[in-house]
């Protein structure tokens, strides 16, 4: 039952993004691991399309920020007010207070209105004027960010990445995808017509159902030693943290529930590592001057550990 409705959900949201079912896959095991997505690429090759039709598919309360220079942490956690009537000052909510949140082009704005989001990530509430308030459930964070550009930008900390559960990317279409984009879109883009096909009680339901995905103390072991070896490799600075070791299991359990298994099997850590741990590893000086890319170290990990 929850299968058909998450492949309900990737068939829905494929209405708007075409030939990108993997990645459509991996946002999906992300939402149901309760796991925040940042989402890099270049512009116009459907990031913000991706989250909304994912936002309208589970029929779930939706806000998109766009990030920008003068944008203020109050405008993303809320603020309080002073009510001359009744004396007492009045909660006014933010940006956060949706099940999914959108904040685009995240490294536009300032390292202070980017932490804003760090509380609020990790412990699912925000704290304005010493009050703290919950925010609504299931709650997921969507960031995009361009890859390539570089002025007026702030780069994400490493405290900030860490809190993301994967890194997605979308790509260009090929030819043939990008053609049947045009006849899918030439009378109306189907983003404006798109219908729910779950709530967010089921989702709710799915994200319990992952925390019953068995895992053996075999693929326990297989999962720690892989993230282990990040931190020891040459060309690693900083490796994956104790968190990272918790989403690449959480991950595992999601992708096993979605293809209808009640237990983890190592493929199942293999197709979620990259994902999942290359934005956490920052590289060696001499390792980027020779452009080496995170994702090929993960890749080469995965060669090496016994399973």
């Known amino acids: 039952m929850i299968n058909e409705?998450?492949?309900?959900?990737?068939?829905n949201v494929e209405k708007v993004i075409i030939g990108k079912r993997d990645a459509i896959e991996m946002a999906l095991c992300s939402v149901l691991c309760q796991g925040h997505v940042l989402i890099e690429d270049m512009p116009g090759v459907g990031k913000t399309s991706l989250v909304s039709a994912m936002a309208?598919?589970?029929?779930?309360?939706?806000?998109?920020?766009?990030f920008t220079p003068d944008i203020l942490p109050s405008d993303i956690t809320g603020f309080s007010m002073y009510n001359q009537k009744t004396g007492e000052f009045e909660y006014y909510q933010g940006a956060v207070m949706?099940?999914?949140?959108?904040?685009?082009?995240?490294?536009?704005?300032?390292?202070?209105?980017?932490?804003s989001l760090l509380e609020v990530m990790e412990e699912n509430q925000v704290?304005?004027?010493?009050?703290?308030?919950t925010v609504p459930r299931p709650f997921i964070v969507f960031a995009t960010q361009n890859p390539i550009e570089y002025l007026g930008t702030y780069p994400l900390p490493e405290a900030q990445l860490d809190r993301f559960f994967m890194r997605l990317s979308l790509g260009y279409p090929d030819a043939s995808q990008e053609s049947a984009m045009l006849n899918r879109f030439k009378e109306q883009n189907p983003l404006k017509?798109?219908?729910?096909?779950?709530?967010t009680d089921e989702l709710l339901k799915a994200q319990e159902a992952v925390n019953n995905i068995h895992v053996d103390e075999q693929i326990n072991k297989y999962i720690v030693n892989i993230v282990r070896t990040t931190r020891?490799?040459?060309?690693?600075?900083?490796?994956?943290?104790?968190?990272?070791?918790?989403?690449?299991?959480?991950?595992?359990q999601a992708w096993a529930l979605y293809n209808l298994r009640d237990f983890v099997i190592p493929?199942?850590?293999?197709?979620?590592?990259?994902?999942?741990?290359?934005?956490?590893?920052v590289l060696k000086q001499e390792a980027r001057l020779?452009?080496?890319?995170?994702?090929?170290?993960?890749e080469g990990i995965l060669k090496t550990v016994k399973v």
């Open 98 to 115: 949706s099940n999914i949140i959108l904040a685009d082009e995240i490294n536009r704005t300032s390292p202070k209105t980017q932490s």
């Open 127 to 133: 704290t304005v004027d010493g009050k703290t308030y």
């Open 267 to 281: 493929d199942d850590v293999m197709k979620m590592a990259v994902p999942v741990l290359e934005h956490r590893l």
């Open 193 to 199: 017509y798109l219908e729910p096909v779950a709530n």
């Open 56 to 66: 309208k598919s589970f029929d779930a309360s939706f806000r998109r920020v766009q």
């Open 290 to 298: 020779r452009r080496t890319q995170a994702s090929e170290i993960v």
């Open 232 to 252: 020891g490799h040459h060309e690693v600075a900083l490796g994956g943290s104790p968190r990272a070791t918790l989403c690449l299991f959480k991950a595992a």
């Open 5 to 11: 409705m998450l492949q309900k959900v990737v068939a």
